[in-house]
């Protein structure tokens, strides 16, 4: 009806790429994009709230490697990397280094899991609690 003022149908909208209310947003995310990673070429997926913080990762992989601190660390960092959807710096300030050494801990903890079979299991066991 002309005149008549509407509320806007982006009021509520959450992230970029989905348009809609929370429990829809969560609702697609659950169905169509929980297993799939974060695309660099997509960052628009990272403000779904569908993926754990950084401090939650931080937190299952310090449990999950007990007493190993520095294994600890340099295993936290590539599921922050790849999973939390936080940016580079963000999860750089966790762990006290830059944007740039998260990436190559990543890369080079990937390296690793490709490497070792027990490691491999147990990064499962971390997205397995994480559900990711």
Not at 10 to 38: C, M, N, P, W
Not at 77 to 86: I, K, L, N
Not at 121 to 130: A, H
Request: glycine share 10%; proline share 5%.
């Amino acid at each position: 009806m002309l005149g008549k003022t509407y509320e806007s149908p982006l009021q509520k909208a959450v992230g970029a790429e989905i348009l809609g209310s929370d429990e829809f947003v969560e609702h697609i995310t659950a169905k169509y994009l929980a297993q799939r990673e974060i695309e660099r070429e997509v960052p628009a997926l990272r403000q779904l709230p569908s993926k754990p913080s950084a401090e939650k990762i931080i937190y299952i992989v310090e449990e999950v490697f007990g007493d190993n601190k520095k294994l600890a660390r340099q295993a936290g960092m590539y599921p922050c990397h790849r999973y939390s959807g936080q940016k580079l710096r963000e999860i750089g300030e966790l762990f006290g280094v830059g944007p740039s050494a998260i990436t190559e801990a990543s890369r080079h903890f990937t390296q690793r899991i490709e490497q070792g079979e027990r490691l491999a299991r147990v990064v499962d066991g971390v997205k397995g609690v994480l559900q990711i």
